[in-house]
């Protein structure tokens, strides 16, 4: 065994008897309630016995439509963290570009690979970025837009920067651009280097089913997916996915009222002095307190959970009203009344 991964964290869930505000889910549309039925019959046409084609071509298409984008730049995979590895394996020998903070996976598997992370503070926008590839001749830049955990989005102009002054690989991470409402994959064909990696577990509500997508030109997606291999997915979810994908303007509603109460939710916050509100351009609120891990698990010991980030830091997913009302009661126990003292 590696010494140096001997110490790596396993990842332990919220309990389920808990609310789980930690993990940035839709809870505002529910696929059995609407699709029932079609979704069983997906399921009694598959031939479980067979592996498949491997192609996931409807999927590729339905989601190559949804984007305006030909199939031929879009390949699909279990989730859209399982193509962290195989970017940075497949596309670099030395080094990977990073914000700092930024989504925990792509430093944990930089470290898996061997490859050198270079942090750039978030504070220093794509001119750090810019920079740090330039010094040390890095072969891939990769950070997500909107930013987990906080919430903040590079605007649309410093990403054309970052695209022109840059000759590296650029992987761009937009789990949360339906929440945004901004994107670059119409960019793909101008940037040969550039590429977007997509999910339908946020708005589309799909987390348990792990669907990913890699947006890019063809002749990448055609090398990672010889990398990728195979019969990385399960054609039961896949061809469930496509059929969700069909009803767009359900995922557009959801992610309308999501927002909403985000919106109220930050007013809220925003009333007590004790809490910093970051501006969130997703269906999370990042948040800095006084003490982040207490606060955490005082809301925890009430039935709720929220995840902590350094000593200040909370990153809150958006619930229904009724949910954030129950959260409203906790953090009034476990924070907002220790402005009184």
């Known amino acids: 065994m590696r010494t140096d991964l001997q110490a790596m964290p396993i990842y332990t869930p919220p309990s389920k008897e808990c609310l789980n505000l930690a993990n ?4 505002y549309i529910q696929w059995h309630d609407e699709l029932g039925d079609r979704i069983e019959a997906v399921a009694q046409k598959l031939p479980f016995h067979q592996y498949g084609s491997s192609e996931y071509g409807r999927l590729r298409q339905a989601y190559a439509n949804y984007l305006g984008l030909p199939p031929e730049q879009v390949l699909s995979a279990p989730g859209s963290d399982s193509l962290i590895p195989i970017l940075i394996n497949a596309l670099t020998e030395q080094s990977v570009v990073t914000f700092d903070k930024d989504f925990f996976r792509y430093g944990q598997q930089a470290h898996i690979l061997r490859r050198k992370q270079i942090k750039v503070p978030i504070e220093s926008g794509v001119d750090g970025l810019i920079e740090a590839v330039r010094d040390n001749k890095a072969e891939l ?4 837009n ?3 955990p906080l919430g903040l989005i590079q605007e649309r102009d410093a990403l054309v920067k ?6 590296c690989y650029v992987a761009i991470d937009e789990a949360y651009a339906e929440y945004s409402g901004e994107s670059v994959v119409d960019l793909i064909s101008e940037y040969p280097k550039l590429i977007v990696l997509r999910t339908m577990s946020k708005a589309w509500g799909l987390a348990r ?3 990913g ?3 890019a030109n063809a002749d990448i997606i055609s090398f990672i997916r010889s990398v990728q291999g195979p019969f990385v997915m399960s054609d039961l979810n896949t061809m469930f996915a496509a059929t969700v994908l ?4 359900m995922m557009r509603k959801s992610v309308a009222d999501t927002l909403e109460i985000r919106n109220g939710f930050a007013q809220y916050l925003r009333t007590h002095p004790n809490i910093t509100v970051h501006p969130s351009s997703t269906n999370f609120i990042y948040v800095e307190v006084p003490d982040a891990k207490a606060t955490a698990a005082g809301v925890l010991k009430d039935g709720v959970a929220i995840a902590a980030f350094g000593p200040n830091g909370l990153r809150i997913t958006i619930g229904t009203d009724a949910q954030m009302e129950q959260l409203k009661y906790s953090l009034a126990k476990n924070l907002l009344n220790n402005e009184k003292k």
């Not at 940035?24 to 809870?27: A, K, L």
């Not at 830049?141 to 997500?144: A, E, P, R, T, V």
């Not at 970052?162 to 000759?167: A, K, M, P, R, V």
Request: aromatic share 14%; no cysteine.
């Open 213 to 215: 997508f890699l947006v």
């Open 209 to 211: 089913l792990r669907i």
């Open 146 to 148: 909107p930013n987990n």
């Open 162 to 167: 970052l695209l022109s002054q840059t000759q």
């Open 246 to 249: 069909e009803y767009e303007s």
């Open 24 to 27: 940035n889910e839709n809870f």
């Open 141 to 144: 830049i990769i950070f997500s």
